[in-house]
């Protein structure tokens, strides 16, 4: 099991910035090994969980959504298998809760697709007001 725990939401004027973090811990099944992967999902009201933006912890190659591209960032924090999502010019439809979510499969690079991640932290509500 992978315990995924997600911190930092909260309410913003449009236009504002806000930083979510996600530190992973436990280990899976009887083999110890690095996570590979995060990423940061999010869930609007009555939509379908969209996928945001993803990180390899080995490599820091990262991928991001269009709506988010330029104003989001993903990064590898000091501690292990923690990462941060820097939220920078905030607009209304950026409203959602937020999910962090772990990767463990062998990839080249990070993936968008929301099947492949194998746990999920408990959400964080970001709402911006206009």
């Known amino acids: 099991q992978v315990q995924l725990v997600e911190s930092g939401g909260g309410l913003v004027q449009a236009g504002g910035s806000l930083r979510l973090a996600c530190a992973a811990s436990?280990?899976?099944?009887?083999?110890?090994?690095?996570?590979?992967?995060m990423g940061w999902f999010r869930q609007a009201p009555g939509k379908e969980r969209e996928f945001v933006a993803a990180?390899?912890?080995?490599?820091?190659?990262?991928t991001y959504a269009d709506s988010v591209k330029g104003r989001f960032t993903i990064s590898r924090e000091n501690a292990k298998n923690t990462v941060a999502l820097h939220m920078n010019n905030l607009k209304p439809e950026d409203t959602a809760v937020y999910y962090c979510?772990?990767?463990?499969?062998?990839?080249?690079?990070?993936?968008?697709?929301?099947?492949?991640?194998?746990?999920w932290g408990q959400g964080t509500q970001v709402t911006v007001s206009s």
């Open positions: 979510a772990v990767d463990l499969h062998y990839r080249p690079l990070p993936t968008t697709e929301r099947s492949a991640y194998d746990y």
């Open positions: 436990g280990r899976t099944s009887s083999i110890e090994r690095s996570i590979d992967f």
């Open positions: 990180i390899s912890l080995g490599s820091a190659i990262t």
